[in-house]
């Protein structure tokens, strides 16, 4: 079956400029995360939903990252004013209820701020 | 300090020996501990995840937890070219039951 996707899969921006970045989970899955993965370190959490529900966003690192999931599946990452700072890979993830313990991960977003 | 740490590698193994892993994490009240693998320019991949103390066996792959030690490793068996790969270790922390702690992974490399 479809696994996460993601898109899209590169992002070069200029600084200040916005973007989006967009995750559709495995269908059916309740739950959705958000990491960002520097070159050479672990995903660090940045939010977490339960269908629509943000129910954790402590991990996001100012008020310039925002995240959205209106309809309980599709959910948008949105930075604002991105800084040099802000170049990673953004990873998605979904769990569903069965095995809320297993994340599966899309394949990424890689965000370069120039 | 950390909230998990790893030993950041990298760690170089003879094919067909044993390869093992450790992570050490600092939430004593940590309940959920997971081994994922990921390969260079890939997203991680979920190997196994282990609750109880001791033991959990999965093909080439064991995972031993020790919750008085606040330690975890990973042992890979029979270790093939093709396990050469990043393992993060993660942490489902007490105080979120939703939110898991990466380490910063530990490079192994299988050499034939």
């Known amino acids: 079956g479809a696994g996460v996707s993601q898109s899209p899969r590169y992002k070069v921006a200029k600084r200040g400029q916005d973007v989006a970045l967009r995750c559709d989970p495995i269908?059916?899955?309740?739950?959705l995360f958000w990491y960002q993965q520097a070159l050479g370190q672990g995903p660090e959490f940045l939010t977490y939903f339960q269908n629509e529900a943000q129910l954790d966003k402590s991990g996001l690192p100012s008020d310039r990252f925002f995240a959205e999931r209106p309809e309980g599946s599709v959910s948008t990452l949105k930075i604002q004013r991105t800084q040099q700072e802000d170049s990673a890979v953004y990873l998605c993830?979904?769990?569903?209820?069965?095995?809320?313990?297993?994340?599966?991960f899309g394949p990424g977003t890689r965000l370069l701020v120039l | 300090q950390k909230e998990v740490e790893q030993n950041s590698g990298p760690l170089s193994v003879p094919e067909g020996a044993i390869a093992s892993l450790n992570c050490t994490y600092s939430?004593?009240?940590?309940?959920?501990f997971f081994w994922y693998r990921q390969y260079s320019g890939k997203s991680p991949e979920l190997i196994m995840f282990?609750?109880?103390?001791g033991d959990k066996e999965d093909g080439r792959f064991t995972a031993q937890l020790n919750k008085a030690s606040q330690y975890v490793s990973l042992l890979i068996r029979d270790s093939q070219p093709s396990d050469s790969a990043t393992y993060l270790c993660a942490v489902n922390i007490y105080s979120s039951a939703s939110k898991i702690i990466f380490g910063s992974g530990t490079r192994l490399s299988i050499r034939p």
């Open positions: 282990i609750y109880s103390n």
């Open positions: 939430d004593r009240g940590s309940q959920s």
């Open positions: 269908s059916g899955h309740v739950s």
């Open positions: 993830a979904s769990s569903g209820e069965g095995t809320p313990e297993t994340q599966y």
